[in-house]
């Protein structure tokens, strides 16, 4: 007879329920630099600060929820040498298992990781300081992008 495992944590943080300020819209490739993504920086009323990807040019799937940025850091800083995208599996309340790689490849982009020499997957952590401060920047200004989804054309069959 199968023992049934228990059901692993899921330990994603609250998402949040109101609608965020978008303070940075950008792109940037994946870590396989197959495809580009799209993905924003919010914060709420608070200055609580978060990321969300919104575009995969790829057409795999992802979650698009945002994830605080305050606690990505937090298990970036604590993420085991060389840091690869399990990590921040936790993050998402999805079940993409895409979009950890996708935030890793933010986490590229924005400067705070970089691809190990020699390595395809790992990558080092680097200082946060100028990205902090860019961040802290938006937030305190008047900037408030507004985002439209594209619609995707459907393919007519021919």
Request: proline share 10%; aromatic share 10%; charged share 20%.
């Given at each position: 007879?199968?023992?049934?495992?228990?059901?692993?944590?899921?330990?994603?943080?609250?998402?949040?329920?109101?609608?965020?300020r978008i303070i940075k819209i950008t792109t940037c490739p994946?870590?396989?630099?197959?495809?580009?993504?799209?993905?924003?920086?919010?914060?709420?009323?608070?200055?609580?600060?978060?990321?969300?990807?919104?575009?995969?040019?790829?057409?795999?799937?992802?979650?698009?929820?945002?994830?605080?940025?305050?606690?990505?850091?937090?298990?970036?800083?604590k993420a085991?040498?060389?840091?690869?995208?399990?990590?921040?599996?936790?993050?998402?309340?999805?079940?993409?298992?895409?979009?950890?790689?996708?935030?890793l490849a933010v986490l590229k982009h924005e400067g705070l990781v970089k691809l190990l020499e020699g390595k395809i997957r790992g990558y080092e952590k680097l200082p946060s300081e100028a990205f902090i401060a860019e961040v802290n920047k938006l937030v305190t200004s008047d900037v408030d992008l507004k985002y439209v989804p594209l619609t995707p054309i459907k393919k007519s069959a021919t």
């Open positions: 007879m199968k023992k049934d495992k228990a059901p692993k944590e899921n330990t994603a943080p609250n998402i949040p329920t109101v609608p965020l994946t870590c396989s630099g197959k495809a580009e993504l799209t993905y924003h920086l919010g914060c709420n009323q608070d200055n609580q600060v978060y990321i969300r990807i919104v575009v995969n040019s790829g057409g795999g799937f992802f979650s698009d929820e945002w994830v605080p940025l305050k606690e990505t850091l937090e298990v970036l800083d085991p040498y060389p840091i690869t995208a399990v990590p921040f599996i936790n993050l998402f309340n999805g079940k993409s298992v895409n979009t950890p790689g996708f935030l």
